[in-house]
């Protein structure tokens, strides 16, 4: 690949003509992760919406391959929601994921490790 971009360059009048591109101009390389179905979910809370059934928020997670969505409605938005989550919808329909990826909100955090 690296010959062929080179041979093309050096037949190519308008990039001959561009002169040397300072290492300023440079765009940095970023590797392109691999991942399968189901390897990499987005999580976050909706809401707060209007009571029904008491609850107010949704907890939504979507695959980023496929974009299969889940979610529950729960009545907080607090670390025990996205525990119930993933031990009774992601774990056992999806196996564990490689990345979970989220805005970093608090109320992803729990003061005492949960156990599964």
Not at 24 to 38: A, D, G, H, S, T
Request: charged fraction near 20%.
């Amino acid at each position: 690949m690296f010959k062929d971009a080179h041979a093309f360059i050096s037949r190519c009048d308008a990039c001959q003509r561009m002169g040397n591109i300072s290492k300023r101009n440079e765009m940095p390389q970023n590797f392109i992760l691999e991942v399968e179905v189901f390897d990499v979910w987005g999580i976050d809370f909706m809401g707060p919406f209007p009571t029904s059934f008491g609850d107010q928020y949704i907890l939504v997670a979507v695959d980023y391959v496929s974009k299969w969505v889940e979610a529950i409605a729960s009545p907080t938005n607090d670390a025990q929601v996205v525990i119930k989550m993933f031990k009774s919808i992601i774990f056992p329909r999806f196996g564990v994921p490689r990345i979970v990826i989220s805005d970093g909100g608090s109320h992803f955090i729990t003061e005492s490790l949960p156990t599964f």
